[in-house]
C-alpha cells in the first residue's frame, strides 16, 4: 500500500518544482536578468530517493543535501549527471569521504574556515578530481548558532581559497539566514555587500559571481535582490521527515 503514496508524493514534487522554477523565473525577470539567471538546487534532506528521481525524469539535474551521510547514500543511486552541491557546514574529517563518494559533487555552498579549504584542496588533488567549485560561507544574521564566517573577514577567507587553493575554484558567498531558515531584507544586503568587497578587493568581475541565498519561505525576494542560486527544499518536496532520535 505504500508504494502508490510514495508514487503520488513523488508526482506533486515534479509539479510543485515547475511552480518553483517559474516563480523563480520571473523573480529574475524583475530583478532585469533572463528567467534562467538564478538555479534552482532541489535540496531532498530526508526524502527518499523515489522523490528525487522523479524530478530528475522530470528534467531537472541540480540537487542538494546537508548531511554527507545522505549524500553519499543517495548520489551513487541517482544517474551521474546530475550535479550536486553539498549545502553547509562541512567538518574536515569528511572532506574525504564526501569527495570520493561523490565524483558528480558540483559544489561546496559552505567553506567558512581555512582548514575545511585546505582539506577540500588536498583531497581534490589527490582523488585526480576536476577543480571544485565552492562558495565561502558567511553568517550574515549574527546568530552564534549559524556556521559561517563573519561578514568583517570574508574578504581574508576569499582570498586563501582564491589563492591558496589552486584545485579549488572560488565562486562566490552564501548565506544560510535566520533560525527559521528565511531571511530578511538585511541578510541579502549583508551578503551583497560582502560581495562588492570581494570582488572589489580579488578584482573579480561582479557578473561572474556568484550569491547562494534564499529558501522556500523567501527565495523571490533573494533572486530580486541578486541571488543567483536558491536552495529549495519543503517547497518542492513537503516537510522534511526527521525520525525520532535515538537516545545516545
Given at each position: 500500500?505504500?508504494?502508490?503514496?510514495?508514487?503520488?508524493?513523488?508526482?506533486?514534487?515534479?509539479?510543485?518544482?515547475?511552480?518553483?522554477?517559474?516563480?523563480?523565473?520571473?523573480?529574475?525577470?524583475?530583478?532585469?536578468?533572463?528567467?534562467?539567471?538564478?538555479?534552482?538546487?532541489?535540496?531532498?534532506?530526508?526524502?527518499?530517493?523515489?522523490?528525487?528521481?522523479?524530478?530528475?525524469?522530470?528534467?531537472?539535474?541540480?540537487?542538494?543535501?546537508?548531511?554527507?551521510?545522505?549524500?553519499?547514500?543517495?548520489?551513487?543511486?541517482?544517474?551521474?549527471?546530475?550535479?550536486?552541491?553539498?549545502?553547509?557546514?562541512?567538518?574536515?574529517?569528511?572532506?574525504?569521504?564526501?569527495?570520493?563518494?561523490?565524483?558528480?559533487?558540483?559544489?561546496?555552498?559552505?567553506?567558512?574556515?581555512?582548514?575545511?579549504?585546505?582539506?577540500?584542496?588536498?583531497?581534490?588533488n589527490s582523488l585526480g578530481r576536476e577543480p571544485l567549485k565552492v562558495l565561502v560561507q558567511v553568517n550574515t544574521s549574527g546568530e552564534e548558532s549559524k556556521s559561517g564566517i563573519d561578514p568583517s573577514r570574508c574578504v581574508e577567507l576569499a582570498k586563501h581559497v582564491k589563492l591558496a587553493c589552486p584545485h579549488l575554484i572560488f565562486s562566490g558567498l552564501m548565506t544560510i539566514g535566520m533560525k527559521d531558515y528565511s531571511s530578511t531584507p538585511e541578510n541579502f544586503k549583508a551578503l551583497v555587500a560582502c560581495k562588492l568587497e570581494v570582488c572589489k578587493a580579488l578584482e573579480i568581475p561582479t557578473e561572474q559571481f556568484e550569491l547562494s541565498m534564499g529558501m522556500s519561505g523567501d527565495f523571490e525576494q533573494a533572486i530580486e535582490m541578486g541571488s543567483t542560486n536558491v536552495r529549495i527544499g519543503s517547497t518542492i518536496f513537503g516537510p522534511r521527515e526527521y525520525p525520532k532520535k535515538k537516545q545516545k
Open positions: 500500500m505504500a508504494a502508490p503514496v510514495a508514487e503520488g508524493a513523488a508526482a506533486s514534487a515534479a509539479v510543485a518544482l515547475r511552480a518553483v522554477l517559474a516563480r523563480a523565473g520571473r523573480a529574475a525577470e524583475r530583478s532585469g536578468r533572463a528567467a534562467e539567471a538564478a538555479r534552482v538546487v532541489a535540496v531532498g534532506k530526508t526524502k527518499p530517493v523515489s522523490m528525487l528521481r522523479q524530478l530528475y525524469d522530470a528534467g531537472h539535474r541540480c540537487f542538494g543535501e546537508n548531511y554527507v551521510q545522505e549524500i553519499v547514500t543517495k548520489a551513487p543511486q541517482l544517474p551521474e549527471d546530475i550535479r550536486w552541491h553539498f549545502i553547509g557546514h562541512l567538518q574536515s574529517n569528511k572532506v574525504k569521504p564526501l569527495l570520493a563518494a561523490v565524483p558528480n559533487l558540483d559544489m561546496v555552498e559552505g567553506v567558512d574556515n581555512e582548514k575545511v579549504a585546505n582539506h577540500l584542496d588536498r583531497a581534490v
